[in-house]
Structure formats: C-alpha cells, structure tokens
C-alpha cells in the first residue's frame, strides 16, 4: 500500500515510527510540529525554550509510552498556582479556595459544592459544564474569566463540550488532582523537541517538503518539485487546511470546513533575572481580564539547565481576546511586560535578557462533531486519515494524540481491504 504522512510532528512521526517504512512529508525545516525546542545565547549564558509548557502528561496513553523507550525522562509533579486579587492560591482551585480569607466567599462555595454534591452533572455546553461542575461562585471568580482569555471567547456558551474537555474536568473524571497533576519531562538540555527527535529515527522525512495540493480523483500529491502517488495519506496538518488542499473536494466539505474556528496563539518566551515570585513554581494560572495573559510558567523550574545560575527561562501564554493578528498581538508587548513588573515576576523591564515570540494561527480547536465527523468520514472514505489535535480537531495532548497515531497504525497494519474503517472521533476506536 502507497502510504504517505503529512507533518512531522509528535503525531505523524508517532504514526510512522509505529506503522515503519513510510514517508514523512514536513513542510519546515526542522521536526516537531508545535513539540519545537529552541536555545538563546546571550552576555548571561544559553537559555532553552519550547512553544510554551510542552509536559508529557502520560495518563492512560500506552501505546505512547512504549514509543518513547529509550529517552531519558524525569517524572516530576505539578506546582501550580492561581493568581487572584494580588494572592496566590493552590491550584486546583477547587480544593483550595478555602485560602481564601472572606469567610462569606468561602461559605458560599461550601454550599455551593455541597448542592452539587454526587448529582449527575447535566450540561449541553462548557459553560453549563463549568458552572455546574463548580457553582456559580467558583465560576465568577475564576472559571469564567480563566476560560475566556484562553480560548478567546467571551461567550463559553458557544463551545461545545466535546470528548476532550470533559477528560480536563475532574468533577467528570472523578480524578481531584486532575489530568496534569503529574508529568513527564526529557532530561538534559534538549527541551520538548526531545520526544519528536527520539520518535524520528529510523524514520525516512523529507523536510522542506510541503504538500501542495492533493488530488482524490489521481490519487496524487503535490510536493514542490514532483507529485506523488499515494493510496491512503495519514494528515496530521489542520483539518480545515487539509480540506483546502484537496483540488478535487466537492464545495459542501469545503463549506464546512470553513466553519471549523479555533483560537489563535502568542506565546512570549523570556529569559529573566530570577526572582523570589519563581520559587518552586511550575506554572500559574491569571484568570483575572485586567492581565493580557491567562498563563505563565518556568521551563527552568522543571529542566535547570534551561537557563543560566541566576536566572529563569519562563513562557507567557497570550489571551487572544485581545489579537487576532500577530501584529496586534505583537502590540501587546509593552502592557504584558508592565504586568509582569506589578506582579513582580521582574522587576523592570531591564530583567529581561532574552524575549522571543511564538505566534499560533491554531491553538485551541473549538470541537464541533457534527462536523468533523462528516469530514472524517468524507475523507476516510477517500483513504485520507486525518489525525491529532489538529487533525481531528479537538483539544488533545501528546499523548493521546500519539496514542491515536498507534492505534491507526494497527489498524492499517490489520485491516482487510474489504472492511470500513470508522472512527468515533471522540475516542477514535477503530472497528474491527
Ligand atoms: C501553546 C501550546 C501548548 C501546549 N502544551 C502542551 C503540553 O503541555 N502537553 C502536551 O502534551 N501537549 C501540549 N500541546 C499540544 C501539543 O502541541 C499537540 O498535541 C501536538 O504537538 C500535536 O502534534 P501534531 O503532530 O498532531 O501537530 P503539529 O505539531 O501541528 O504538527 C503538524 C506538522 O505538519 C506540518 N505541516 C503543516 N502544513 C504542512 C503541509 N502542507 N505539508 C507538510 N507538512 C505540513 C507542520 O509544519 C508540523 O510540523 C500544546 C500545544 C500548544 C499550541
């Protein structure tokens, strides 16, 4: 069988690692996808950065785990923190707003989470979900605010709660300490790209290589100075991006492909005199509206070698509530290194000895099954699989994404030509 992979990400270098002998066509340079790692000499040493926090969270994910035997990793535990109203509470919130000294906000919650009790949570959007999962008063005070600035969206009425959101909402899962509570990190200086780096031996990328267009009828791909002939392509690229390559798609998918949205991303990774407020920290959570940012964290606290004695290596992660550009984003610099110095992560702007920026046209993909699911189908039928976050569009990590990449790789492995291949996208369990 004509195989071919698009992107060398975790997720198609997984497929290709798991499935073997296949070709990888990645459009850069260089491997990983958004699992990118880059180093920043400056006059106070080498700091080391990835594409904002890249934690290996590991749980039921298998198949994932056995790809990356062999590759030193450190197990470390989740610090994290909520910033609110000048002070820093425990993360979950949940179990720590308690901290909090208004006896009535405390009462309030109390009760709240008391009516909620062991109720079966009912809910037909993430707002519902969130409130009442955690009550209206956790909601007001962090919920709300935390999730608009992430996802960018002032109405979280309008994103639907999908297989993925409900596996990062531990009143669902039953799991208190949540999805992230643990991780897994490369050691040594490499950063995330790490895991794409181990995942990529023995495996044949052409880099530089983009796919220009694809054909259903000719079963052909254009690359930039050849076509190629496939019979069945794993995508890992945006499944809106996939759809618009294809020369051939009939305009209804095209259609519905277009109403696929997704939050944009500005990630700004910083190297910075330390300070006492980096202490013992993995990453600290913003949710109040009046700071432009929703999250920061420090790669230094987890691998020290990531930035010089003295100093930290940390990542900003951007609201996109306020840019839709990465030139307006880009406008957002002077007011988040203000906000940095009043919270006192610096302590003016001359901390800063490396400033990088990382800008996302994807971020997070607003789930939207009936749609997806038709397009998967529509593609599947044409021998396309089209896997990963961004291929499936939803909200997956690594591992899981890496996990569905093996499994997909089985199944090709297994399949007799006369079987169909359905995938429930919220789980992707092939039918066999
Ligand atoms: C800011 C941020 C923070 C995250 N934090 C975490 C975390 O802490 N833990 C975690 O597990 N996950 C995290 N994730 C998610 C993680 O990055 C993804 O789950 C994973 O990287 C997706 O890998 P992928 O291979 O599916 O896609 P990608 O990494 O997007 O790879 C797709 C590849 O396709 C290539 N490509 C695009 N167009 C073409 C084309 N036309 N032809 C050929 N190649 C093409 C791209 O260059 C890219 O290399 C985070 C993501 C983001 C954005």
């Known amino acids: 069988m004509a195989l071919a992979v698009i992107g060398a990400g975790v997720t198609g270098l997984s497929f290709a690692k798991a499935y073997g002998n296949v070709p990888v066509f990645e459009a850069n340079a260089s491997l990983g996808g958004k699992a990118l790692s880059y180093k920043v000499d400056t006059e106070a040493g080498t700091f080391g950065f990835d594409v904002g926090g890249h934690w290996f969270h590991h749980q039921s994910a298998p198949g994932a785990l056995k790809l990356l035997d062999g590759l030193p990793l450190i197990s470390h535990r989740r610090h994290a923190y909520v910033y609110l109203e000048g002070r820093l509470y425990d993360y979950p919130i949940q179990q720590s707003y308690k901290q909090n000294p208004s006896r009535s906000f405390v009462g309030r919650v109390d009760e709240e989470l008391r009516e909620i009790g062991g109720k079966k949570l009912q809910y037909s959007n993430y707002a519902e979900m969130l409130i009442n999962s955690y009550g209206p008063t956790l909601y007001n005070a962090f919920f709300r605010d935390y999730n608009r600035k992430m996802f960018g969206k002032e109405e979280l009425a309008s994103i639907a709660a999908g297989k993925y959101e409900t596996v990062r909402n531990v009143r669902l899962t039953g799991n208190t300490d949540g999805y992230n509570h643990a991780f897994l990190y490369p050691k040594g200086d490499a950063g995330a790209q790490a895991i794409p780096l ?43 991006l996939l759809i618009r390559l294809i020369s051939d798609i009939e305009p209804e998918y095209l259609r519905l492909a277009e109403q696929l949205t997704s939050s944009k991303g500005f990630i700004l990774n910083m190297g910075i005199k330390k300070k006492p407020f980096h202490e013992h920290k993995s990453w600290v959570y913003f949710p109040e509206l ?143």
């Open 198 to 240: 181990h995942l990529s031996k023995h495996v044949n990328v052409s880099f530089n290589t983009g796919v220009q267009a694809i054909s259903l009828s000719r079963k052909t791909m254009q690359l930039k100075h050849k076509n190629h002939a496939w019979e069945t392509i794993v995508s890992t690229i945006p499944l809106p």
């Open 290 to 432: 009046k700071y432009h940012f929703y999250r920061l964290g420090f790669y230094s606290n987890i691998e020290p070698l990531l930035a010089p004695s003295g100093y930290s290596s940390i990542y900003v992660e951007c609201s996109p509530l306020h840019f839709n550009t990465k030139s307006e984003a880009q406008l957002l610099l002077p007011k988040i290194i203000q906000e940095l110095t009043e919270i006192g992560i610096i302590d003016e702007a001359d901390d800063i000895v490396a400033l990088r920026t990382f800008y996302l046209e994807q971020n997070y993909c607003m789930p939207d099954q009936k749609i997806t699911s038709v397009l998967h189908r529509y593609l599947e039928s044409n021998g396309i699989y089209s896997i990963g976050r961004y291929g499936s569009w939803h909200w997956s990590s690594q591992h899981e994404d890496m996990q569905q990449a093996v499994q997909l790789a089985e199944y090709l492995q297994s399949r007799h030509a006369d079987q169909a291949f359905r995938t429930e996208r919220s789980s992707f369990v092939p039918m066999k």
